[in-house]
């Protein structure tokens, strides 16, 4: 087989890393920006089973609640809870902390010239982090111990 021609090697190289790039895209949750009361903003990605969140106030990893239809995406943990797609078209999300009385309503931004992606959890689980390193855990290794034969010769 011979190889392509010089002049058709540079794109084919480059739509191969387009294609690839964009698998690894499709493969996360979208972000969707929200604005609060306040100049409050945040971006979400929604999950199966957990929920990021990223703002001004730093970063939070909220659990998805159990026994919820498939439609609602209420999301949680000990101080904060999270119910998204409310109001018409889906546009509204409500913030509710354990120590504020009052729920905190933030309106979803689409930021100009970009398509509206719907607000649905991510058909996959959110990223875990791994488990700590374990410094008990046995070590593979290829050394020998013992009285037996240890090598060639």
């Known amino acids: 087989m011979t190889p392509p021609p010089a002049s058709l090697r540079g794109p ?3 739509l191969m890393a ?3 790039s964009g698998c690894a895209a499709i493969r996360d949750a979208p972000r969707l920006a929200y ?3 306040e100049g409050l903003r945040f971006e979400a990605r929604l999950y199966e089973d ?3 969140l ?3 106030r730093g970063h939070a990893v909220l659990e998805r609640l159990p026994h919820q239809r498939d439609d ?3 999301y949680g943990d000990a101080t904060l809870t999270a119910d998204f797609g409310l109001g018409l078209e889906q546009r509204l999300a409500r913030l509710s902390y354990a120590n504020i009385p009052e729920a905190v309503t933030c309106t979803r ?3 100009a010239g970009q398509p509206a992606v719907p607000v649905r959890a991510a058909p996959r689980p959110g990223p875990r ?3 700590p390193f374990d410094p008990d855990a046995p070590v593979q290794t290829n050394i020998r111990t013992g009285d037996g034969n240890v090598g060639p010769g």
């Open 72 to 74: 609602e995406l209420i």
């Open 12 to 14: 084919s190289i480059w």
């Open 54 to 56: 990223d703002g001004q």
């Open 35 to 37: 604005q609060c009361p």
């Open 50 to 52: 957990m929920a990021t």
């Open 109 to 111: 931004v689409v930021p």
């Open 18 to 20: 387009a294609a690839l």
């Open 129 to 131: 982090n791994p488990p």
